[in-house]
């Protein structure tokens, strides 16, 4: 039970970066998968990179007993520095919000036969974010949990099938990065980064919950590597022409029919509304924040 426990923060990290880390696999092509073999020396490093962060994030937050990234920026930072802090991280956490919504929306419209498809899904995963919110993000590592295995499993049975993958619009695959180690390692740094800030939020709630900052943040890189050795070895399976589709998971999971359709849907689904509950939940810490800060 105990081991339980201190895996669940961790899974709640990765669920915050779940929507834009690999759910479409288009993220794995363009920050991985284009440099070829390069790309196995690009994921670990960007999973040090994200390890790194969330681990310091962790730690400050529990050092200067913050409930939040914008606590935290308030109590480690000047007025003007913290301002502008929050106004960055405001302004990613839109974004994020409003990209995973609209991605909840379309995967509905595709995949279910209802009129208005895309209000409903968007609308379920907008309440299903306020629900876990309405507890302060107590079950999003419930919602890690189910991504993290799902993800591994999924797309290590993408790997393994030996199927070949149908790629109907065709194109010259010509990689310029390919075997490229610097642009690897750099596309790596931008790639745990962009993940670690999205995950800032729930690494400063959820890191007092963990032994240890430093073991929280080699969970994290150790979930995020498995996803991401796994997601890049899939795509690399389906061949050159797979890298320039627009959702090359979806081709890949198509060679297993309607039940490959259904996976595929459900689980970019699950990491849109991982996202968007921790995106929401970063603004409303940061509308907490505002708030206290009006009524003092």
Do not use: K
């Not at 834009?20 to 092509?29: C, M």
């Not at 913050?66 to 007025?79: E, I, K, N, T, V």
């Not at 991401?228 to 050159?240: F, K, P, V």
């Not at 940061?286 to 206290?292: Q, S």
Request: hydrophobic letters at 60%; one cysteine or more; charged letters at 10%.
């Amino acid at each position: 039970m105990m081991n339980r426990q201190r895996w669940r923060p961790a899974f709640a990290i990765v669920a915050a970066a779940a929507g834009t880390g690999f759910a479409s696999g288009r993220e794995i092509v363009w920050f991985f998968s284009q440099t070829g073999r390069a790309a196995w020396a690009g994921i670990p490093f960007a999973c040090l990179i994200f390890a790194l962060l969330t681990g310091l994030t962790a730690r400050a937050a529990v050092r200067h007993d913050a409930l939040s990234f914008p606590d935290l920026c308030r109590r480690m930072l000047g007025r003007r520095t913290a301002r502008a802090a929050c106004a960055l991280y405001a302004l990613l956490l839109a974004v994020a919000f409003m990209v995973m919504l609209r991605r909840a929306g379309e995967t509905a419209a595709i995949a279910l036969p209802l009129e208005h498809a895309f209000l409903w899904g968007l609308t379920f995963a907008l309440l299903a974010a306020l629900l876990i919110n309405r507890n302060g993000l107590r079950a999003l590592p419930l919602l890690g949990l189910p991504v993290v295995a799902l993800g591994i499993l999924f797309y290590a049975a993408l790997t393994l099938d030996a199927g070949p993958v149908r790629v109907y619009v065709r194109g010259d695959a010509s990689l310029a990065l390919e075997g490229s180690v610097p642009a690897a390692l750099l596309l790596a740094l931008s790639y745990g980064a962009m993940n670690a800030c999205l995950a800032a939020g729930a690494a400063a709630r959820f890191g007092r919950l963990a032994d240890s900052p430093a073991a929280l943040g080699a969970r994290c890189g150790a979930l995020l590597c498995a996803l991401l050795q796994c997601a890049n070895a899939a795509i690399a399976r389906g061949g050159r022409a797979l890298l320039l589709q627009a959702l090359p998971t979806v081709l890949l999971a198509a060679r297993w029919g309607l039940t490959g359709f259904w996976i595929c849907a459900g689980f970019g689904y699950l990491c849109a509304v991982a996202t968007l509950t921790a995106a929401l939940g970063g603004l409303i810490d940061l509308m907490r924040a505002m708030a206290c800060r009006m009524g003092c």
